[in-house]
């Protein structure tokens, strides 16, 4: 059963829509890239997918049902900044066991090591933080992951690293994935279909991009 | 080093086998070295976008504040510096940074949060009328004049972008080094962002792009440093990325083109080695395909090859 968005209206007080009338569906199994230009609200889709904020509009389904409010949530979201996403004061092994118990496997899959435990955030790279962050997330309850850019601020080597661990984990638990990212050819390697964020708004916002002082315009039609 | 081709300027800028070790307390009092730089050399001319690409973790940022005299007091720097034809000093750094030598830093963290924008616009200007200066510089990116009213939060991170551009032009600097300027912006402002950048290669300044983003360098770049674990492995023209990578020296170089989704999407396992245990011979021989018991014995010297330089025994 797919994870669904169903008329996705959001803005912040009376400021302009965010996103308005967004529909987009992802199914077990299936790679969606999502894109658009800087500002349009795709971080701000990804979190209301995964229950972070909660549309004004619309509504998000999980197998035809609402997202659950308590408990494990299903829909794992990962940012892009792993060094933003973690607590600075907990030690590397404190934010990996926070959801669940990785099993050895998966840490072996995501190349963690067991010294990186006793670690502080700030003594790891960000390639290194990204796996850890990647560890918490892929729980055995995962269903969907929503990868808001999870390898924008990493070299190829390590991106292409990264993939292919996530690849077959999602081929080997049919989970769904929504890779936001701007960048194309990543995109057409990695997904089954691509969406243009733009498209799926069937109301278009129409203040987006008119840059009024002390609202934040979006930078692309300037 | 390669002797400079006759017909072309004088480096504005030689960095010769830097190196920078920093002394970290580990358990009690015993002390561990790190090692972020290890022997690295680059130069750059008047006129040239050179591109430093790494990872995170290659030394790329400590690069640019070793040149501009920011790193941590507990730094142990060695090699040389030299820009115009003259050594580096600290002194000169204090009194080159800022107008000679330009940062354009990575992100808005770097502005002042309670400072309207015009005005930290114009107190990067060194002479002349700042006011006029950053009318022109804002009219030439795009900026509407009220912009320049405007505090770092109300800008979108496109006009972000260009506000720190327009600081390092307002200052004239004949260097500008800019770290990591793109990540994370969509196309349209990737390559707005860059060709400001080009421009002001164009208008006879040398620019350093500091990037992970092998693509963004190849826009704009005349020629590629790549670094790993500290060290420059590779310097090459940007025509020397193509196909399969076989006109490129080093095996690092190699993998990392063909990691990009469009060339193959090829995984090298493996990761630079952490800082307090470099191997002894060559820093990549731990991860590389052609290595042999020469490459663990001794660390590979600075060679010319084929109209570029490489740090590997074997390549050809």
């Known amino acids: 059963m797919p994870l669904e968005a169903r008329g996705i209206g959001f803005r912040y007080q009376r400021g302009p829509w965010v996103l308005r009338g967004v529909d987009l569906a992802v199914e077990p199994g299936e790679l969606v890239g999502l894109t658009g230009p800087s500002g349009l609200g795709k971080t701000t889709l990804a979190r209301i997918l995964a229950g972070y904020e909660r549309p004004l ?28 996403a973690v607590n600075p004061r907990w030690r590397m092994r404190d934010t990996l066991i926070e959801g669940w118990e990785p099993d050895p496997e998966l840490l072996k899959a995501l190349s963690i090591e067991r010294r990186w435990f006793d670690h502080w955030p700030n003594e790891l790279s960000g390639g290194e933080l990204q796996r850890f962050c990647l560890a918490r997330a892929l729980g055995p309850r995962t269903r969907y992951l929503v990868a808001d850019e999870i390898t924008t601020m990493l070299d190829a080597i390590t991106q292409t690293q990264i993939w292919h661990v996530v690849l077959d984990i999602v081929r080997e638990r049919n989970l769904g994935v929504l890779v936001i990212s701007h960048d ?36 692309f039609r300037i | 080093m390669i002797a400079p081709e006759a017909s072309e300027p004088k480096p504005i800028l030689d960095v010769r086998d830097l190196s920078v070790s920093f002394e970290q307390y580990a358990r009690g009092l015993q002390k561990k070295t790190l090692r972020p730089i290890t022997s690295l050399s680059v130069t750059i001319r008047p006129g040239e976008v050179l591109a430093v690409v790494g990872s995170s973790g ?26 115009a034809n003259e050594n580096l ?63 770092p939060f109300q800008l979108s991170g496109g006009m972000t972008r260009r506000v720190l551009v327009s600081t390092a032009m307002i200052s004239g600097a004949s260097l500008i ?19 400001h950048l080009r421009e002001l290669a164009g208008e006879g300044r040398a620019v350093m792009l500091i990037t992970h983003d092998i693509e963004a360098a190849l826009t704009i770049a005349d020629r590629i440093a790549v670094l790993y674990a500290g060290t420059t492995v590779e310097i090459a023209s940007v025509a020397d990325f193509t196909g399969d990578g076989q006109s ?43 290595s042999t018991p020469d490459c663990t014995g001794a660390r590979p ?6 109209g570029g330089v490489v740090r590997c025994f074997h390549a050809a």
């Open chain 2, 177 to 195: 080094i800019a770290d990591e300027p793109t990540p994370g912006m969509h196309s349209a402002v990737v390559e707005e962002t860059l060709g």
């Open chain 1, 57 to 84: 509009e619309g509504n998000v389904r999980l197998d035809g049902g609402p997202l659950p409010v308590t408990g494990y949530n299903p829909v794992q979201l990962v940012f892009q900044h792993p060094e933003k």
């Open chain 2, 58 to 83: 290659s030394g790329k940022s400590l690069l640019a504040h070793a040149i501009l005299g920011i790193l941590p007091s507990n730094a142990r720097v060695t090699g040389t510096l030299r820009h």
């Open chain 2, 301 to 306: 010297e600075v060679r010319a090859l084929r």
């Open chain 1, 184 to 219: 194309r050819p990543l995109m057409k390697h990695l997904c089954n279909r691509i969406v243009d964020l733009e498209s799926v708004m069937s109301d278009f916002p129409a203040a987006a991009g008119e840059g009024e002082v002390g609202v934040r315009p979006s930078d």
């Open chain 2, 248 to 290: 490129l020296r080093h095996p690092y170089s190699k993998a990392l083109w063909r990691a990009l989704p469009q060339n193959g999407f090829a995984v090298t396992p493996g990761a630079q080695p952490v800082l307090d245990e470099l191997p002894p011979g060559c820093l990549y021989e731990p991860r590389c395909p052609m």
């Open chain 2, 89 to 151: 000093t600290p002194e000169r750094q204090v009194a080159l940074r800022g107008s000679d030598i330009a940062l354009v830093p990575q992100s808005v963290g770097f502005l002042n949060p309670l400072m309207r924008v015009g005005a930290q616009v114009r107190s990067a200007a060194h002479n002349g009328n700042a006011a006029e200066a950053q009318r022109a510089i804002f009219a030439r990116y795009r900026l509407a004049p009220e912009v320049a009213g405007m505090y």
